[in-house]
């Protein structure tokens, strides 16, 4: 049975562009290796924190929606994230179909606006 997940990771605020991007793609390529399918990006982009990390006060937040069957994959990319310094918190959820229809809507909804404001 195919479920559907979504990751959010916050990275540490100190990692150059090139460094964010190389960390992103390691996940993407992670996932897509394993037999997930990457169904949603999202660079959310440099933001404040609720509360300091790490002494850190600012993070780089990313979100990846994805498809898999494996549902160890998930158990293994969490073991992945916590080993890597690059990052500061995550957090993988399943969705259920109301989640998965939001999402679907939602990014519908921002098409339509791109659209219209072109």
Request: charged share 30%.
């Amino acid at each position: 049975m195919t479920n559907q997940y979504e990751t959010v990771f916050i990275m540490t605020p100190v990692l150059s562009d090139e460094q964010m991007k190389e960390t992103v793609k390691k996940y993407q390529q992670y996932l897509t290796d394993n037999g997930a399918e990457i169904v949603y990006e999202n660079n959310w982009g440099l933001k404040k924190l609720a509360y300091p990390i790490q002494k850190k006060s600012t993070g780089f937040y990313y979100l990846i929606e994805f498809r898999t069957e494996n549902g160890g994959l998930i158990r293994d990319l969490e073991v992945q994230y916590r080993r890597d310094e690059r990052l500061l918190r995550f957090l993988t959820i399943r969705l259920d179909k109301h989640s998965i229809a939001y999402n679907e809507k939602k990014r519908g909804m921002k098409k339509e606006k791109a659209v219209v404001a072109e």
